[in-house]
């Protein structure tokens, strides 16, 4: 297995890319990226400097993965997806010493034109909808829409909805209708069984 660079795409000299990592047309890694195994880097991606990229995360068209960022193992990001790393910018005014770290934790799914806003971690194998906008942490599973995002459900390992409530009181178990894996529900967290 080796990597795959486009001929289209620009990968700058000390980026480290794992074995059978793909980069896609007109995508450029600048040289201080690391990017694990088993990734794909669709069309016109950019992954900046200060960016490490887990093994086998998913990054589709048009995202710019900007300083300050860390997707985990297994993150999936949809098409159009939006970081930030500055939370006040002004053109006029250099923030650079200001950048605000974003962590998204292994297995998180990112739905296409979400927007996290710089400083927010997203827990492991948390689903943000299409076109939700995170402001704030977001707890393991949770499933998260609107603008701003809030909480609206809970998702399984498989990318599940379960049948759970949002509730910081409810202790409950559910399965994913998918896998059968059980889940347990107790005082505003989840975990798997």
Not at 140 to 161: C, D, F, I, N
Request: hydrophobic share 40%; aromatic share 6%; proline share 5%.
């Amino acid at each position: 297995m080796s990597v795959t660079i486009h001929p289209s795409a620009i990968v700058d000299e000390g980026a480290q890319l794992g074995e059978g990592t793909a980069v896609w047309h007109f995508s450029h890694v600048c040289a201080g990226a690391r990017i694990g195994p088993r990734c794909s880097l669709g069309q016109n991606v950019f992954v900046a400097n200060d960016v490490v990229i887990g093994a086998g995360v998913r990054i589709q068209n048009n995202v710019s993965v900007y300083d300050a960022v860390t997707l985990e193992d297994d993150v999936f990001v949809g098409p159009s997806a939006v970081f930030t790393n500055v939370f006040n910018p002004r053109s006029a005014v250099p923030r650079k010493h200001e950048y605000r770290r974003t962590l998204v934790q292994r297995g998180a799914t990112l739905g296409a034109n979400c927007t996290l806003v710089c400083g927010a971690t997203v827990g492991e194998y948390a689903f943000i909808g299409a076109g939700a906008v995170v402001t704030k942490d977001v707890k393991p599973y949770a499933l998260m829409t609107g603008v701003p995002a809030r909480q609206t459900g809970w998702m399984s390992r498989h990318g599940e909805k379960l049948a759970l409530p949002v509730d910081e009181a409810a202790d409950m178990e559910a399965a994913c209708p998918a896998t059968g894996e059980r889940y347990r529900l107790q005082g505003g967290r989840l975990e798997a069984l």
